[in-house]
């Protein structure tokens, strides 16, 4: 089943495509049409859909947050189609012209990811009528950056939100780099989060103020627990106690999971890493 949804937010406009080849899609993912640029594309299995949508749009320039298969699952396609140039970090382009290995429950939900070239986004992007600020927003994956339109009050956050309380992780996010690139991006001023999955037209700032605020208690949590001289094992079966989506961790064979929010954070301290450096960063 395909599911299809168009949101017009002023001079935004938000696709909203699902798939499943049984039943109803688990994710749907966003990708946004403004001035031009075209910020993510989609999963590979939302193609013919978003060729639709996109067919009598102008496109100059693609955006990617980061590298991930529902955000950059068409870049190398409308990238070929359009003609158009494609940026992103340069650790996204590192990772997309090597290729990626996506596992199966990856290959499922959004399709395959074809390697390509992208340019670096730089520092800014500008379009005709808007400037964004770019900044690296590591943590959900290292090659992670938001576009900041400050004079509109936007933020295109790729997947730094999703949610005010994240249930999981996958494996190589980290708890503690989300957090400080929270932080940063919650001195920022915007009203609008444009949301990989999950947009807030209002209330932004405190959505993402919230989610730090949780993994900040969670990551202080893990804290207490080993400064207090309990194990990696005790720790992680207190802690994921009641809070394990069973169902994830096994469509994803483990690659998905509470438990890495606590393994990550119990690495970060391994590393010094504590709630007070995060408080002082
Ligand atoms: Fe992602």
Redesign the pocket.
């Known amino acids: 089943m395909d599911t299809k949804k168009i949101l017009e937010l002023g001079a935004v406009t938000g696709i909203c495509l699902g798939h499943a080849a049984i039943g109803k899609p688990l994710m749907s993912v966003y990708c946004y049409h403004v001035d031009g640029l075209l910020i993510d594309t989609s999963s590979a299995n939302n193609r013919r859909a978003l060729s639709e949508v996109l067919q009598e749009r102008i496109i100059d320039r693609i955006a990617l947050t980061?590298y991930?298969e529902?955000?950059a699952g068409n870049a190398a396609y409308l990238q070929r189609l359009k003609t158009v140039p494609v940026v992103g970090h340069i650790l996204s382009n590192q990772i997309l012209s090597q290729g990626v290995a996506l596992r199966p429950y990856e290959y499922l939900m959004w399709g395959g990811l074809q390697k390509l070239n992208i340019l670096d986004v730089g520092e800014v992007l500008e379009t005709e009528h808007y400037r964004f600020q770019v900044l690296h927003t590591p943590g959900?994956?290292i090659d992670h950056v938001v576009y900041h339109e400050e004079k509109e009050g936007w933020l295109f956050s790729g997947?730094m939100f999703l949610g005010p309380r994240i249930k999981y992780f996958r494996r190589d996010e980290c708890l503690y780099t989300t957090i400080n690139s929270l932080n940063r991006i919650a001195q920022l001023s915007f009203d609008t989060l444009f949301c990989g999955h999950n947009p807030q037209s209002r209330g932004a700032m405190a959505s993402i103020c919230k989610k730090r605020d949780n993994l900040i208690e969670l990551y202080a949590k893990v804290e207490d627990a080993r400064n207090k001289g309990y194990q990696q094992a005790e720790i992680e079966k207190h802690l994921c106690k009641g809070r394990e989506r069973f169902w994830v961790k096994l469509i994803t064979l483990g690659d998905v999971s509470f438990k890495n929010m606590v393994r990550s954070a119990l690495h970060s301290l391994d590393r010094g890493d504590t709630v007070q450096t995060l408080i002082n960063a």
């Open positions: 980061h991930h529902d955000h959900h994956s997947d």
